[in-house]
């Protein structure tokens, strides 16, 4: 059912910023960029639809005895479901995954199997909440007699751009100034995100040169950063051509892709590091090859989870050595980076 998304060709919008020197990023849109709230939320339009998520969502109570997995043989999919009943997502869609992803239904089962029956958290089913989102957004953005949908889960094409705001602000992308604590963090810094730049700024040349979309065959994407110890606090932007080259690569993606991309960028702040954990956690060989590591030859990128989290959030984690952790605020927040980064790679993989 959800083999992929594809677009057939580059946005209006994609094409303006390339005429006339704006940037992709720019002009009219919904703006949308999905919250990380794992169901419905108390008030939304998805709330009001009758399906197993939302009540759990409003009732945080447990109302069933039983969870399968059932093989649907006709539509080559598993389905989740509640006391024989197929669970429903947000939107009202079949909790319903192709062949491809039965580890995910049997996690995703494993998840409502062991809620306790008191006090449910909604942030208990994080699985249930990407699978969910990857499902509603599939059906909401090829329904073309309800385009009302598309409004409550966002449109795809508007997500892409959004995602790719967070590129010019990337974490990776900031080098603190010299003396900063003093000297540890940007010694740090530069010992990971140097590498990194260099890895990315290879892997979308080597994209831009076989996709025939780069100024001329010698041409190298650069990844613009800023560097506080010589740029000061002004922006930091990636050029048009850098932009198209990555919006291009994003349509390769299948909606469960993008959506671990979204979580991922969401939870980190960061663009590279989302990009990270897709090709650090995408298994299917084919799609390795054709996508995910194309600059490399018999090697493979690959990063922890645990790597990922450092990435993304190394200047907390030198505030904590210097100053302590706060209670309840950053040993919270280091679970939350953890649940969210492992669903995202555990809905790709």
């Known amino acids: 059912m959800l083999a992929g998304i594809r677009t057939s060709s580059i946005l209006i919008s994609r094409t303006f910023s390339t005429r006339y020197g704006l940037r992709a990023t720019e002009g009219t849109m919904k703006g949308f960029i999905p919250t990380s709230t794992p169901l419905g939320v108390e008030g939304t339009v998805e709330n009001n639809i009758k399906s197993d998520t939302n009540r759990l969502s409003k009732t945080l109570t447990k109302f069933w005895e039983n969870v399968d997995t059932y093989y649907n043989e006709q539509k080559k999919e598993y389905e989740v479901q509640l006391d024989g009943k197929t669970l429903k997502t947000p939107l009202g869609f079949p909790l319903a995954l192709p062949e491809s992803k039965k580890q995910l239904a049997y996690l995703i089962q ?18 249930t909440s990407v699978a969910a989102r990857s499902i509603d957004l599939y059906n909401a953005n090829k329904d073309e007699e309800n385009p009302d949908l598309v409004a409550k889960v966002g449109n795809i094409e508007d997500i892409k751009l959004n995602l790719l705001r967070y590129f010019d602000t990337d974490t990776c992308l900031i080098f603190t100034t010299l003396d900063e604590y003093n000297g540890t963090l940007r010694a740090k810094q530069d010992e990971l995100y140097l590498p990194l730049i260099e890895e990315f700024q290879d892997f979308f040349t080597v994209y831009g040169k076989n996709n025939k979309l780069l100024p001329s065959e010698d041409y190298k994407i650069t990844l613009n950063y800023l560097d506080c110890e010589t740029d000061g606090l002004r922006g930091n932007r990636q050029i048009i051509t850098t932009q198209n080259v990555v919006l291009h690569w994003l349509d390769n993606l299948t909606v469960y892709e993008l959506v671990a991309l979204e979580k991922a960028i969401l939870t980190s702040k960061s ?9 650090s956690s995408v298994a299917d060989e084919s799609r390795q090859k054709e996508i995910f590591q194309i600059n490399k030859d018999g090697d493979h990128y690959f990063k922890t989870i645990e790597e990922i989290v450092e990435l993304g959030n190394l200047e907390t984690i030198f505030q904590t050595k210097s100053w302590g952790e706060v209670e309840d605020t950053h040993d ?5 980076w953890l649940r969210n980064l492992t669903s995202a790679a555990l809905l790709c993989y």
């Open 271 to 279: 663009f590279l590091c989302g990009l990270v954990l897709l090709r």
């Open 110 to 127: 494993h998840e409502w199997s062991n809620l306790p029956s008191l006090k449910i958290q909604t942030n208990s089913l994080p699985l």
């Open 332 to 336: 919270v927040d280091k679970v939350d």
